[in-house]
């Protein structure tokens, strides 16, 4: 069975500084890799989607790279904002097109 | 594009009776995904449809759970005499997918129940 770990599971950080979160798998034959924001009581907001045959992808401040040989993703964020402050969720497509497997989160509180 | 919607929003119900969720995805998306979260955790496959074929369901949905996604749009779960440990988020997603290709699933807002 897929496991997935995030670490950290929480972290506070003051404005402005730059993070990185970690994703593991326990089966690394994952086909693709997806980052989640999720805000508290709410629904789930696509960040970014890394595909197969690539290793990252970069949306504004935030960049994701993707180890398919390690089973390891992190999610870079530079310059953090009070504004960032959410669960961050990373999950990963075992089969094409079909489920997505999830990791806990990492919840992360942004200081201004 | 409104994005994907789901109703309602939050339900309290007893333990015992039955309830019904219903999702709308993102017009033209073809496929549409299930999910449940419990607090602390990441959200759970369910169960996923293509246009109105059923093509895979978790073991978590035990037979107390119903999905059904009748003409390929809307979708709708229910769950039939609810326990307390069915009180979770539960999270509809749509994609635009063919064969061999990857696409992003969208999510909806949830509709967060709570069995007493």
């Known amino acids: 069975k897929q496991e997935v770990t995030q670490i950290p599971a929480a972290l506070s950080v003051p404005e402005g500084e730059n993070l990185v979160l970690n994703c593991s798998f326990t089966?690394?034959?994952?086909?693709?890799l997806q980052w989640f924001r999720q805000d508290p009581g709410k629904g789930l907001t696509s960040l970014l989607l890394?595909?197969?045959?690539?290793r990252e992808q970069t949306s504004g401040r935030l960049n994701a790279s993707l180890d398919k040989s390690s089973g390891r993703s992190t999610l870079y964020i530079a310059a953090s904002q009070p504004g960032d402050s959410a669960t961050y969720l990373c999950a990963g497509y075992m089969e094409y097109g079909n489920k997505l497997v999830f990791g806990a989160g990492t919840i992360l509180r942004v200081k201004s | 594009d409104t994005g994907v919607s789901q109703d309602p929003r939050h339900k309290i119900t007893k333990r015992g009776q039955n309830v019904t969720f219903r999702c709308d995805p993102i017009s033209e998306h073809n496929r549409l995904y299930w999910y449940r979260q419990t607090l602390g955790q990441g959200p759970e496959f369910l169960t996923y449809?293509?246009?109105?074929?059923?093509?895979?369901k978790s073991r978590l949905l035990s037979d107390r759970f119903s999905a059904e996604r009748p003409k390929g749009s809307f979708s709708t779960l229910e769950i039939q005499r609810t326990e307390q440990g069915d009180s979770a988020m539960y999270l509809c997603?749509?994609?635009?997918?063919?064969?061999?290709?990857?696409?992003?699933?969208?999510f909806g807002p949830g509709t967060r129940l709570l069995v007493l």
């Open positions: 997603a749509s994609s635009l997918g063919y064969r061999g290709e990857v696409e992003t699933q969208y």
């Open positions: 890394i595909q197969s045959s690539q």
């Open positions: 449809f293509q246009n109105e074929a059923q093509l895979e």
């Open positions: 089966d690394s034959a994952i086909y693709n």
